[in-house]
T-cell receptor, first 114, second 114 residues
Framework: AQTVTQSQPEMSVQEAETVTLSCTYDTSESDYYLFWYKQPPSRQMILVIRQEAYKQQNATENRFSVNFQKAAKSFSLKISDSQLGDAAMYFCAYHSNSGYALNFGKGTSLLVTP | NAGVMQNPRHLVRRRGQEARLRCSPMKGHSHVYWYRQLPEEGLKFMVYLQKENIIDESGMPKERFSAEFPKEGPSILRIQQVVRGDSAAYFC????????????FGDGTRLSIL
C-alpha cells in the first residue's frame, strides 16, 4: 500500500517570505502522480499543483513550485511571496498510474503572519 | 462551467436515521469518487464509480454504507442507521475518463450526528 507522510503538522511564514512544506511517500510503482491540495477554513479542496512522476522537470504554478526528488520519494511544495490568503491546510496526495484513489497525507497547517 | 456540486452543505441526523449525500460531477466528467475526512485528518478514499457501475469500493465500511451513480441524476452516498462515529466531512470528486486528468472536488457535506 502507498503511504504519504507530511512530517510538519504546522508551519508559519511571514507575509512576502518563502516557505517549504515537506512530503514523502512510499511506493513500489514507477509511474504515478503527485498533488498538493489546499484546504482553507471554508473547507473546500483546491488543487494547487500536480506532478507526473515520469517528468523530470519540477512543476510550477505562479508562486507555487515543487521540488520532486523521485529517488528520495520526496515531493515538497515551495510557496514564494507568501500572502495572507495562502493560510490553509495543505495536503500532499498520490495516486499510481494504474489506480485512481488519491492517498492523502495528514496535512500541514500553514499560518501566514503580517 | 459549474464545478462539482454537493448537497446539502450541512446535514444533521439523529442516531439511527438515514443520511443521503448527493454529488453532481462537473460537466463532461463521468467518474465520481467519494472521500471521508474525519476531524484533524486527511481525506480517506471510500468508493469510485462510473455511470451505473461501482468500480472500487475498497474504502467503504462493510455495513450501512452504499453508493450509486445512476444513468440519470447525481451520485448518492447513503448511510443507514447513522452512529456518532459517522460524523465527518464527506467530499465528492469527479474526473474525465483520462487517467492523467486530476480530480476536482466539491465543497463537501458536513454530516453531524446528534
Amino acid at each position: 500500500a502507498q503511504t504519504v507522510t507530511q512530517s510538519q503538522p504546522e508551519m508559519s511564514v511571514q507575509e512576502a517570505e518563502t516557505v517549504t512544506l515537506s512530503c514523502t511517500y512510499d511506493t513500489s510503482e514507477s509511474d504515478y502522480y503527485l498533488f498538493w491540495y489546499k484546504q482553507p477554513p471554508s473547507r473546500q479542496m483546491i488543487l494547487v499543483i500536480r506532478q507526473e512522476a515520469y517528468k523530470q522537470q519540477n512543476a510550477t504554478e505562479n508562486r507555487f513550485s515543487v521540488n520532486f526528488q523521485k529517488a528520495a520519494k520526496s515531493f515538497s511544495l515551495k510557496i514564494s511571496d507568501s500572502q495572507l490568503g495562502d493560510a490553509a491546510m495543505y495536503f500532499c496526495a498520490y495516486h499510481s498510474n494504474s489506480g485512481y484513489a488519491l492517498n492523502f497525507g495528514k496535512g500541514t497547517s500553514l499560518l501566514v503572519t503580517p | 462551467n459549474a464545478g462539482v456540486m454537493q448537497n446539502p452543505r450541512h446535514l444533521v441526523r439523529r442516531r439511527g436515521q438515514e443520511a443521503r449525500l448527493r454529488c453532481s460531477p462537473m460537466k463532461g466528467h463521468s467518474h465520481v469518487y467519494w472521500y471521508r475526512q474525519l476531524p484533524e485528518e486527511g481525506l480517506k478514499f471510500m468508493v469510485y464509480l462510473q455511470k451505473e457501475n461501482i468500480i472500487d469500493e475498497s474504502g467503504m465500511p462493510k455495513e450501512r454504507f452504499s453508493a450509486e451513480f445512476p444513468k440519470e441524476g447525481p451520485s448518492i452516498l447513503r448511510i443507514q442507521q447513522v452512529v456518532r462515529g459517522d460524523s465527518a466531512a464527506y467530499f465528492c470528486a469527479s474526473s474525465p475518463p483520462d487517467r492523467d486528468q486530476p480530480q476536482h472536488f466539491g465543497d463537501g457535506t458536513r454530516l453531524s450526528i446528534l
